[in-house]
């Protein structure tokens, strides 16, 4: 069946870093959306992506869709406190549903 | 418009006993999936229904059940509660394929 691979599971950064997960799938997907859970909170929809090779950004996030649709990534630009939180995605195809396991962002002040 | 609605939102039950969780989803939206949330497997989906049609299924035992109703709201159902069954449970509804969801704050299942 399908599975969606995410790394790192976890991630501490100093305030003003970068930070980066990915997240590969086993089969190829017809779009990837990521969500942004809070500690105690449940996951909120950031972005979708569709096309291959497809990148969007938000402010200091930048979303890549892979050429072959089996992979993407999230990349935070100068992390602050606010980031913390479980970034995962989930990729979609015939219906399927699957997310990765997530990861855990720590921002240190 | 209101948002996705899970009730309860805690809940504590006994091994042995079952328990039924209620989601409403947004007016409008005819899929509703299921979520068991727990710090060490992360989001494992459950089942999806789409138009009270259970429409995909994940790898649970046949103790976790749905069905959605003709108003979209739906309910899971848990049977012979095992401790290893608490966790939280999230809902998320959405309007088409592909249309992002929207999750429920969720319900957060104890099973002592």
């Known amino acids: 069946g399908q599975q969606v691979m995410q790394i790192p599971q976890y991630q501490h950064v100093q305030e003003g870093e970068d930070f980066t997960t990915y997240c590969n799938s086993s089969?190829?997907?017809?779009?990837i959306q990521w969500y942004k859970q809070r500690p105690g909170g449940h996951p909120v929809f950031l972005i979708q992506?569709?096309?291959?090779?497809e990148v969007k950004k938000q402010k200091r996030l930048t979303f890549q869709f892979g050429e072959a649709k089996k992979n993407s990534s999230l990349h935070i630009t100068a992390t602050q406190t606010t980031d913390v939180g479980t970034y995962f995605c989930?990729?979609?195809?015939?219906?399927?549903?699957?997310f990765g396991k997530g990861t855990l962002l720590t921002v240190n002040p | 418009k209101a948002g996705v609605t899970q009730t309860p939102r805690y809940l504590i039950k006994t091994r042995g006993q079952q328990v039924t969780l209620s989601c409403s989803p947004i007016?409008?939206?005819?899929?509703v999936s299921w979520y068991q949330q727990t710090p060490g497997q992360g989001l494992q989906f459950l089942f999806e229904?789409?138009?009270?049609?259970?429409?995909n299924k994940g790898n649970f035992p046949g103790r976790f059940s749905g069905r959605q109703f003709s108003n979209s709201r739906s309910e899971m159902n848990v049977s012979t509660l095992e401790l290893g069954d608490s966790a939280l449970y999230l809902c998320?509804?959405?309007?088409?394929?592909?249309?992002?969801?929207?999750f429920g704050q969720g319900t957060r299942l104890t099973v002592v």
């Open positions: 998320a509804s959405r309007g088409t394929n592909g249309d992002q969801a929207f």
């Open positions: 089969t190829t997907l017809s779009n």
């Open positions: 992506l569709v096309k291959s090779g």
């Open positions: 989930l990729g979609g195809s015939n219906y399927k549903l699957t």
């Open positions: 007016s409008g939206h005819r899929s």
């Open positions: 229904y789409f138009s009270e049609t259970q429409r």
